[in-house]
């Protein structure tokens, strides 16, 4: 019973560790961009003058996370320079990941769309198009940065669970490291699509993360500490965001979701770490076609979470 007890204390003081960091770093560097962030205010749909600052403060607080993770998960047991250590790959593929993402993101919102051309690519196709048509655009450089992360953490998490089951097939573990990578970049991308309106994006991401945080048995630790860190980041954010003071912007919205589709992506069950790789994937698909902000304004539930706190 005391034993119990103390690893329930223990995990408890880890998950609150991860996300106390996760929030400080995301609520100082905002902050510390106030007096000197002109360059990154933008016109959001209501017409007010916002701040990217918090975009910027929550891919700190996420890529903050990632580390701390990695510094918690390293197997205590393992030499001190073996490279690299079990457990530290997950805290690197996160960190990777989150990193790729909010990088992509700032240098989309840098480029305000300067190298769109004369029509502006929106979504997946058109910037894909734009490709085609020997454009690139800022999206097809998120595209690559952000897959390039997610493939590289997916190859990480691949080789983790690997490590833990004693060695698998060759076949098995490129099969899970591409769906690991399809799940961190999708959500990366989806939590992106998300933040059209003050607070959505944030507020999916703490529905999600929110539950993870039960995730059970020792393997689901990283799970836990990194859903921490995502809802450390986004609580934190989410004030300023719903005041419209600040906006995540891609550089927020990027990062904050590439933490979380890691979080998905390690998860021990692999159902679930399918679904999330379905669900990424279709709503990314699906809002090719359909407009998110009409399905939530059309369903009455989704519409009151949507407003909620939100300033008039």
Not at 45 to 60: I, N
């Amino acid at each position: 019973m005391a034993g119990t007890i103390t690893r329930v204390g223990t995990c408890a003081r880890r998950l609150a560790q991860v996300g106390i960091k996760a929030a400080g770093v995301t609520l100082s560097w905002s902050t510390s961009l106030a007096p000197i962030a002109q360059g990154l205010e933008r016109t959001n749909f209501h017409g007010r003058t916002v701040s990217l600052r918090g975009g910027v403060g929550a891919a700190a607080g996420a890529v903050m996370a990632a580390i701390e993770v990695g510094r918690l998960t390293r197997d205590a047991s393992a030499p001190a320079l073996s490279a690299p250590r079990r457990g530290a790959r997950v805290g690197l593929a996160a960190t990777l990941a989150t990193a790729a993402g909010g990088c992509a993101g700032l240098v989309d919102d840098l480029d305000a769309g300067a190298h769109d051309g004369d029509a502006p690519a929106k979504g997946l196709k058109g910037h894909l198009s734009a490709l085609a048509q020997g454009r690139v655009t800022t999206g097809v450089l998120k595209i690559a940065v952000i897959g390039s992360g997610a493939l590289i953490g997916g190859v990480l998490l691949a080789r983790h669970r690997s490590a833990g089951a004693g060695g698998r097939p060759l076949a098995a573990s490129a099969a899970d490291a591409v769906s690991s990578a399809v799940v961190i970049a999708s959500w990366a991308n989806l939590l992106n699509l998300l933040d059209l309106r003050p607070g959505r994006a944030l507020k999916a991401a703490s529905i999600v993360s929110a539950p993870l945080l039960a995730t059970p048995g020792a393997d689901g630790e990283p799970t836990r500490l990194l859903a921490a860190g995502t809802l450390g980041v986004s609580l934190t954010a989410l004030p300023e965001d719903l005041l419209e003071n600040t906006m995540l912007g891609d550089t927020g919205a990027n990062a904050v979701g590439a933490l979380l589709g890691t979080s998905l992506a390690c998860h021990p069950r692999p159902v679930v770490r399918a679904g999330a790789a379905l669900g990424g994937v279709g709503l990314i698909l699906i809002s090719e076609k359909v407009s998110f902000s009409r399905v939530i304004a059309d369903t009455p539930v989704l519409a009151a979470l949507d407003g909620l706190g939100r300033r008039p």
